[in-house]
């Protein structure tokens, strides 16, 4: 009985990584290429802050998914590699949230 319930927590861990791989990927697709259209439409207003928080809301969905992977692991090694993936990721979401921050301060500013 313990098997099965620890087999359907695996298989539900896994397919939710899937998910939330899957999310991030599309979000980051459909940011760059809105921001391709916006590009050659000549609009370049707002160009890179919209790029840069579809990036961002990309990050945290793909965050979420290394968050679950660490649930599932079996050994040391694969939890030092999912700890390392999670710190760079939390890091490039920082930069990048800061980034947000300094380009709409700056919009601010031409206003």
Same mark, same amino acid.
């Given at each position: 009985?313990? &098997?099965?319930?620890?087999? #359907?927590?695996?298989? +539900?861990? !896994?397919?939710? *990584?899937? +998910?939330?791989?899957?999310? #991030?990927?599309? *979000?980051? @697709?459909?940011?760059? +290429?809105?921001?391709?259209?916006?590009? +050659?439409?000549?609009?370049?207003?707002g160009?890179?802050?919209?790029?840069?928080?579809?990036?961002?809301?990309?990050?945290?969905f !793909?965050?979420?998914?290394?968050?679950?992977?660490? @649930? *599932?692991? %079996?050994?040391? #090694?694969?939890?030092v590699?999912? #700890?390392?993936? @999670?710190?760079?990721?939390?890091?490039?979401?920082?930069?990048?949230?800061?980034?947000? !921050?300094? &380009?709409?301060?700056?919009? %601010?500013?031409?206003?």
């Amino acid at each position: 009985m313990y &098997e099965w319930i620890e087999y #359907g927590f695996e298989m +539900l861990v !896994k397919y939710g *990584i899937i +998910l939330l791989e899957f999310i #991030g990927s599309a *979000i980051i @697709v459909v940011s760059a +290429l809105k921001a391709l259209v916006d590009l +050659l439409r000549g609009k370049k207003e707002g160009l890179r802050l919209n790029l840069a928080q579809g990036i961002a809301l990309a990050l945290e969905f !793909k965050l979420g998914s290394e968050v679950l992977r660490t @649930v *599932i692991v %079996r050994d040391m #090694g694969e939890l030092v590699i999912a #700890g390392a993936i @999670v710190l760079l990721r939390a890091a490039m979401t920082f930069l990048i949230h800061w980034e947000i !921050k300094n &380009e709409k301060a700056e919009q %601010r500013e031409l206003k």
